[in-house]
């Protein structure tokens, strides 16, 4: 069994700052890729930002340099450091990661119960 845990989401106004932790535990052999996607009211869920075990990053077009993820492989750790909020923004993230199980063969998609993130004054 592994587990995504999120925390850190809540109502922030525009203009704000706020920073998203997940932590992975469990049944872990190792984790690649660790990453935070969100899901707006009535749109499909997208990719917010990702990064690797060596530390290689993407981002959406649409936060790039108001958000930065990065990543403590020791603890399993991801954080979203979310700047320059804007309602846009507004949305549960979701943390993902694609991990090798201890006991078992091939890659798996884990994904956390998602934190609400409402951008609002």
């Known amino acids: 069994q592994v587990q995504l845990v999120e925390s850190g989401g809540g109502l922030v106004q525009p203009g704000g700052s706020l920073t998203l932790t997940c932590a992975a535990s469990g049944s872990i052999f190792s984790i690649n890729a660790m990453g935070w996607y969100r899901q707006a009211p009535g749109k499909q869920r997208e990719l917010v930002a990702d990064i690797t075990s060596g530390g290689t990053t993407n981002y959406a077009d649409s936060v790039k340099g108001r958000f930065t993820i990065s990543r403590d492989n020791a603890k399993n750790t991801v954080w979203l450091q979310m700047n320059s909020l804007e309602p846009e923004d507004t949305a549960v993230y979701y943390c993902?990661?694609?991990?090798?199980?201890?006991?078992?063969?091939?890659?798996?998609?884990?994904w956390g119960q998602g934190t609400q993130v409402p951008v609002s004054s």
């Open positions: 993902n990661a694609t991990l090798r199980r201890l006991g078992r063969l091939g890659s798996f998609s884990s």
